[in-house]
Structure formats: structure tokens, C-alpha cells
């Protein structure tokens, strides 16, 4: 389904408008609307801007505008001040969901453009910006993106925050003390597509989270790392007390061929068996014919007889 245009879904709240030439007519209000947040909620960073502040932020739009060169140094100045940081971050997305809506991007065009290498759908002069803020976007984008009560908006703030890279995720990480699975699971969303270590310690901690989705994305994230992970993919097949997250895990084993993790995957559809998880043995059957070649499902039997005569994938 695309994502299209919706007053009611704007990247913030339809009575704080973000464009920066309205600014001095709505801070105050924008302002009074951050005292409204439930009490759960982390409070937003102070946002507030004194007059010459809202004075640079209105030159600064028209700069972006016009596409004056000059923008680049003001930018640059803007974004080292948290609070200018915040409202020029909220400027670029507000461009960067116009135009995502106007050609209806979906999140699977999305995905499977970063995938297969091809052109970035959301490339453009804001999501450019965005990355040259760097860090100091992230608070922004988390507040109006992550934290918006639509699914569609949650995973564009997420890709975007994997288009800024590794700079995005020292500020994420406190983020797993968020009282929302859903912001927390779209954290560990683009901890997974992040390759740094600062991204594979997050996922690490990930894995302990109270809720199976969180866990399950990490679990994932860490599956996307390869062999590095593959013995605390096999722990958390063996420990993981979630079925879902079990045949996530089972999956993600599926590409690494090696006897440990034949072996585990073989407990696992053995356990699946007794439990009557059967799309967990389907899963195990799946990820064992990856590592063996073998073209058709096959039972227990098979694969215990299977993985007896295996010389494994130095030796074949």
C-alpha cells in the first residue's frame, strides 16, 4: 500500500506546522503542544528559540529554497546547536515525506532498492541534508518519526535514520529504555541494516528485550552479521522461550553452513516437533535444505541420518 498524503499523518502534530517560514507565528504554540505529552512519554529536547534564533532559521529556509550555495555553511552552523538542529531536521522532513507521498513509496520499494544496490527512493536534497546533520538529526526524526502513531511513518523515520550510517546510533541506544516496543523495535530495525560495531552492541543488548518483537529484529540483525554471530544465534535458539522468535532465529541460521549449526537446527526441529510448532519445523526444514542443497522437505530421520554422514562444508 503506498504511503500517501494525510493531514491527520504529517510528520508532526497538524497543529504544529514545521515549515520554518512559519515559525515565528507557531514556536509559541508548538511549544505549549510538547506540555501535552503522556506522562510515559521522554520529553522532547528544549526546542525553544530565542528571537535571533527564529531570525537565523527563516533566512536559512529561504536560502534552502532558493538553493543557494550559501545554504551549505548555514546548515552546518544551524545543526550544532541542538535546538536550530531540531526545527531544521523537522524542515527536511517535512520536504522529504512530501515527496515520498507524492510518488507513493512504498516501504517494499524501499527495502528492496537499499537490498539489491539500486537507486535510493527517498534520494533528494532533503534526505542529502539530513545526512549532513548528521547525529544532530536524530533527536527530530525520532520525536516526529519513530514515535508516530503510524506504522508507515515509523519504518520512513527508521530507513532514514539507516541512510545517516553509523552516526545515527550512539544516540539510539538510550532508546532501549523506551516504554514503546514500537520505538524501540524500530531502533533495533536500523541497528540491524547499520553495519558498525557500535550497531552489532546495540543488537547484543537488543536480544534481552522484554518484548518478542524487539528480540525477534535483533535476533535477525545480528542473523544478517553472519558466522561472527552464529554462536549466540545458536544460544538463542536453544534459550529463547518465544516460538516466533525461535523460528526467526532458525531462519536467519539457515546461512551458515557448518555442523554446530546443522546440529542445532536439528535439536530445534526435533523440539518444534514436540511442541506441534509446525511452522517451526517447516522453518528448520528450510534452513537445513539451504545448508545441505537437499531440494525437498525432508523428517527428522532424514536429517539425523543426514548430518551423521556429513563431512561438513570444509571437506565436500
Known amino acids: 500500500m503506498g504511503v500517501r498524503a494525510d493531514p491527520r499523518r504529517a510528520v508532526v502534530t497538524a497543529a504544529a506546522p514545521v515549515r520554518l517560514s512559519l515559525m515565528l507565528s507557531v514556536t509559541v504554540l508548538s511549544l505549549a503542544l510538547l506540555g501535552c505529552q503522556a506522562a510515559s512519554r521522554p520529553a522532547r529536547p528544549d526546542v525553544a528559540l530565542d528571537p535571533s534564533q527564529q531570525e537565523e532559521l527563516v533566512a536559512a529556509e529561504a536560502l534552502y529554497r532558493e538553493r543557494d550555495p550559501a545554504f551549505a555553511e548555514v546548515r552546518d552552523r544551524l545543526a550544532a546547536e541542538p535546538r536550530t538542529a531540531w526545527w531544521l531536521t523537522r524542515l527536511m522532513l517535512y520536504d522529504l515525506v512530501r515527496s515520498v507521498d507524492a510518488v507513493e513509496a512504498t516501504d517494499n520499494t524501499f527495502l528492496g532498492a537499499v537490498a539489491t544496490g539500486q537507486a535510493n527512493p527517498l534520494a533528494g536534497e532533503p534526505l542529502e541534508h539530513l545526512q549532513q546533520i548528521g547525529a544532530a538529526a536524530v533527536p527530530a526524526i525520532v520525536d516526529d518519526m519513530l514515535r508516530s502513531p503510524y506504522a508507515d511513518r515509523r519504518r520512513l523515520g527508521a530507513d532514514v535514520l539507516v541512510q545517516l550510517g553509523p552516526d545515527s546510533i550512539a544516540p539510539l541506544v538510550p532508546l532501549l529504555g523506551d516504554p514503546e516496543d514500537k520505538v524501540r523495535r524500530e531502533v533495533v530495525r536500523v541497528a540491524g541494516a547499520v553495519v558498525a560495531p557500535a550497531a552489532t ?101 532424514f536429517w539425523r541420518a543426514w548430518l551423521a554422514s556429513w563431512p561438513g562444508p570444509q571437506e565436500r
Open 201 to 301: 552492541a546495540l543488537l547484543e543488548q537488543a536480544v534481552q528485550d522484554r518484548a518478542f518483537v524487539v528480540r525477534a529484529a535483533a535476533f535477525a540483525g545480528l542473523a544478517a552479521r553472519g558466522a561472527p554471530q552464529a554462536d549466540r544465534l545458536r544460544r538463542g535458539l536453544a534459550e529463547e522461550a518465544d516460538p516466533y522468535v525461535r523460528r526467526v532465529i532458525a531462519r536467519g541460521l539457515g546461512a551458515l553452513a557448518d555442523r554446530p549449526t546443522a546440529a542445532a537446527l536439528i535439536d530445534y526441529y526435533a523440539d518444534a516437533l514436540d511442541r506441534q510448532d509446525y511452522e517451526g519445523v517447516r522453518v528448520a526444514d528450510g534452513s537445513l535444505r539451504r545448508i545441505s542443497g537437499v531440494a525437498t522437505a525432508r523428517d527428522l530421520a
